[in-house]
């Protein structure tokens, strides 16, 4: 939050894997009464290649719908704090004769209602954040919203308003939803290097909270009011602007309640994404083999001919060679997993595969095509896919894990500033807002898909 003083303020700046399998099934190379012996015993997976634990959620071996059953049952609260702070006028601005209203309008006020009607949560509560935040109703926040800031505060100090938060509303099942610039302004350029600390500290305060998410969505509008930069040395406040300016959303709770919070109302509408601390299912995933593959291989599954192809994890190789490699794509359905994780050019960068004494790699990430998602194959089944290549045949069962690491978006770095004298935009010290983020555990990764390669019979 950008504030008229040199208070400090509330700045709230505001995945995905893939498989591999084979090329024949089963029933091709082999009859029927030798198909149980091809199934070969697991080697011990080593440390550095065996998947971990994944936090939080205990998710099932396949990413179930979220949206049926028990998983269904609506969040406790929701709780949603609006700044209006002076810096935030110019995203709510008075309206005008024209009756033209910002970006931020448009999208906020609709967010606002959808959370009011969402059954996804038991209860709704709205806030005004001026030096703290104070109880109001929808149609409160939804005309501040349209209608523009009538009393704009002078200062809100982003800790106190997280240490407030994390007292107070902080409850399982249940989510706080910031809506600010996020803008936090230290009294002097002397603090800036404590912005993680202080906001770590202030997300803290009350007690470690182990299961702590936090999401973060960011989104440009126009601004039509007063913009004051975060340090008074950067420069003096004017009116704004040629150029569109940041604000964001927080989603802070558990993870449990932030992960469906996400996808019920913010999955849809388009944002740079941040996720701290989020965990989620594992997703479905199937080595495919009759979907661009290559080369001798088969199911080395046990039952793999009596069974549909879907849920594959075995590639049987009776043939590899440089003039004859094997090739197979897994299919991944990662439609569980925020927008962040399911970006080709995420995945093409932060999924890897990891294996033991082979020279499997991974060629290539690709999603879903109009072809495969109306074909009669499983291929039908997944929103991505993930191919591998091997040259040398496996001397014995070997594992293999495809691992999406959870990496900082590249939009961060392009979004902080540590000089917002000029209006542009950017974020005074997003970067170390997001510092503060960042968990303990933050080489977890998304998710983990475990495989296994084999001689064939």
Request: hydrophobic share 35%.
């Given at each position: 939050?950008?504030?008229p003083t040199?208070?400090?303020?509330?700045?709230?700046a505001l995945?995905l894997m893939l498989?591999?399998?084979?090329c024949?099934?089963?029933s091709?190379?082999k009859?029927?009464?030798?198909?149980?012996a091809?199934?070969?015993?697991?080697?011990?997976?080593?440390?550095s290649v065996?998947?971990?634990?994944?936090p939080?959620v205990?998710?099932?071996?396949?990413a179930?719908?979220?949206t049926?059953g028990?998983?269904?049952?609506?969040?406790?609260?929701v709780?949603?704090?609006l700044?209006v702070?002076?810096?935030m006028e110019?995203?709510?601005?008075?309206?005008?004769a024209s009756?033209?209203?910002t970006?931020f309008?448009q999208?906020?006020a609709?967010?606002?209602?959808?959370?009011?009607?969402?059954p996804?949560?038991?209860q709704?509560?709205f806030?005004?954040?001026?030096?703290?935040p104070?109880?109001?109703t929808y149609?409160?926040?939804?005309?501040?919203?349209?209608s523009?800031?009538?009393?704009p505060a002078?200062?809100?100090e982003l800790?106190a308003v997280?240490?407030t938060?994390?007292t107070?509303y902080?409850?399982?099942?249940?989510v706080?939803?910031l809506?600010?610039?996020?803008?936090?302004?230290?009294?002097?350029?002397?603090?800036?290097?404590y912005?993680?600390t202080d906001?770590?500290?202030?997300l803290q305060r009350?007690?470690a909270?182990?299961d702590?998410a936090?999401?973060?969505?960011?989104y440009?509008?126009?601004?039509?009011g007063?913009?004051?930069?975060?340090?008074k040395?950067?420069g003096?406040k004017t009116?704004?602007?040629?150029?569109?300016?940041p604000?964001?959303i927080?989603v802070?709770?558990?993870?449990?309640?932030v992960?469906?919070f996400?996808?019920?109302?913010?999955e849809q509408?388009p944002?740079?994404?941040?996720h701290?601390?989020?965990?989620?299912?594992r997703?479905?995933?199937s080595?495919l083999?009759?979907y661009q593959?290559?080369?001798?291989?088969?199911?080395?599954?046990?039952?793999a001919?009596k069974r549909?192809?879907?849920?594959?994890r075995?590639?049987a190789?009776?043939?590899?060679s440089a003039?004859?490699p094997?090739e197979?794509?897994v299919?991944?359905n990662?439609?569980?997993?925020?927008?962040q994780?399911?970006?080709?050019?995420?995945l093409?960068?932060?999924?890897?595969?990891?294996?033991?004494?082979?020279?499997?790699?991974?060629l290539?990430?690709?999603a879903?095509?109009?072809?495969?998602?109306?074909?009669?194959?499983?291929?039908s089944?997944?929103t991505?896919?993930a191919k591998?290549r091997?040259t040398?045949?496996?001397?014995?069962?070997r594992?293999?894990?495809?691992?999406l690491q959870?990496?900082r978006?590249a939009?961060?770095?392009q979004w902080?500033t540590?000089?917002?004298?000029?209006?542009a935009?950017?974020?005074?010290?997003?970067?170390?807002?997001?510092?503060?983020?960042?968990?303990?555990?933050?080489?977890?990764?998304?998710f983990e898909?475990p495989?296994t390669?084999?001689p064939?019979?």
């Open positions: 939050m950008r504030y040199s208070f400090p303020r509330l700045l709230p995945g498989l591999l399998s084979g024949y099934s089963r091709d190379m009859s029927e009464d030798g198909a149980a091809a199934e070969k015993p697991k080697a011990e997976m080593p440390a065996r998947p971990t634990e994944a939080g205990e998710a099932p071996e396949e179930a719908d979220v049926n028990a998983a269904a049952q609506p969040l406790q609260a709780n949603v704090f700044e702070s002076g810096s110019g995203f709510m601005p008075k309206t005008g009756g033209e209203n970006k309008q999208h906020v609709q967010l606002l209602s959808e959370i009011n009607r969402t996804a949560a038991r709704k509560t806030f005004r954040i001026k030096e703290k104070y109880k109001d149609s409160g926040i939804s005309g501040t919203v349209r523009g800031i009538q009393q002078k200062s809100t800790p997280l240490d938060l994390m107070r902080y409850q399982p099942g249940s706080s939803v809506i600010s610039d996020f803008i936090y302004s230290p009294k002097n350029a002397g603090a800036i290097p912005i993680k906001i770590t500290d202030a009350n007690g909270q182990p702590l936090v999401s973060v969505y960011g440009l509008s126009d601004f039509r007063t913009y004051y930069p975060a340090l040395a950067a003096k009116n704004c602007c040629d150029t569109e300016i604000y964001y927080w802070l709770g558990p993870a449990d309640a992960r469906r996400d996808a019920a109302l913010l509408q944002a740079k994404q941040a701290f601390g989020v965990t989620y299912p997703p479905a995933y080595v083999d009759k593959n290559k080369g001798a291989w088969y199911y080395g599954d046990a039952g001919s549909a192809a879907g849920s594959y075995v590639v190789v009776s043939e590899a003039q004859q094997v197979f794509v299919g991944l990662l439609g569980q997993l925020p927008g994780y399911k970006d080709v050019a995420y093409r960068q932060n999924l890897k595969l990891e294996g033991v004494d082979t020279d499997a790699k991974l290539e990430v690709t879903a095509t109009d072809q495969t998602k109306a074909s009669s194959g499983p291929q089944k997944f991505h896919f591998v091997l040398r045949q496996p001397k014995a069962a594992p293999l894990v495809l691992r959870d990496q978006p939009w961060v770095a902080t540590r000089n917002d004298g000029t209006p935009p950017k974020t005074f010290a997003l970067s170390s807002l997001l510092d503060s983020l960042e968990p303990a555990e933050a080489t977890r990764p998304i898909l495989l390669l084999q064939a019979e």
